[in-house]
Antibody, heavy 121, light 106 residues
């Protein structure tokens, strides 16, 4: 069974840093791109960042560019999101999601349950 | 690339045919996916490539469109379909989601 388990969420003060982790099981991690998606309280989904299978290509939402860094360790079946200079508007449930590919099209086929980040003084 | 969805809220009855529209600010070929999300749960993939039904998703769900305009149709709404639906473009980074359409029971 494919599983994605996020961790690392916490209550932090504005300006501080936090690192999220996502450990996966049930598939060959190094074969797939991965993403982070967040959802603020009562809000919609917001794609945060994505990374290719080997880490060679990454992308970021404009709202986090320059503050967040996505990375992965294929030997540990783990995805990370380093979040610096956190702002109250970064408060959200953060999901990791597995990239899928079929008929020339990508999608996010499997999601974790999420980890909660609260930025507040 | 900005995505808009209409309507933002929809009230419907079991058995109704429901259509949700997603429009992109520029052409995205068929690089569009649809997700369903229920309260307190992670999103579930319904459709990718604008019209390909994800394995295990009931056939009452269908998607169509290409370029800038897309639709998600539920042919006969079931009680378990009351949820929020999001479109997502996967054509260009940064990836983006639509604002969502909440489907509620009339």
């Amino acid at each position: 069974e494919v599983q994605l388990v996020e961790s690392g969420g916490a209550l932090v003060q504005p300006g501080r840093s936090l690192r999220l982790s996502c450990v996966v099981a049930g598939f060959t991690f190094e074969d797939y791109g991965m993403h982070w998606v967040r959802q603020g309280p009562g809000k919609g989904l917001e794609w945060v960042s994505g990374i290719s299978w080997n880490g060679g290509s990454t992308g970021y939402a404009d709202s986090v560019k320059g503050r967040f860094t996505i990375s992965r360790d294929n030997a540990k079946n783990s995805l990370y999101l380093q979040m610096n200079s956190l702002r109250p508007e970064d408060t959200a449930l953060y999901y990791c999601a597995k990239d899928g590919y079929g008929n020339h099209y990508h999608y996010m086929g499997v999601w974790g349950k999420g980890t909660t980040v609260t930025v507040s003084s | 690339i900005q995505l808009t969805q209409s309507p933002s809220f929809l009230s419907a009855s079991v058995g109704d045919r429901v259509t949700i529209t997603c429009r992109a600010s520029q052409g995205i070929d068929s690089y569009l996916a649809w997700y369903q999300q229920k309260p307190g749960r992670a999103p579930i993939l319904l459709i990718y490539g604008a019209s390909t039904l994800q394995r295990g998703v009931p056939s009452r769900f269908s998607g169509s469109g290409s370029g800038r305009e897309f639709t998600l149709t539920i042919s006969s709404l079931q009680p378990e379909d009351f949820a929020t639906y999001y479109c997502q473009q996967l054509d260009t980074y940064p990836l983006t989601f639509g604002p969502g359409t909440k489907v509620e029971i009339k």
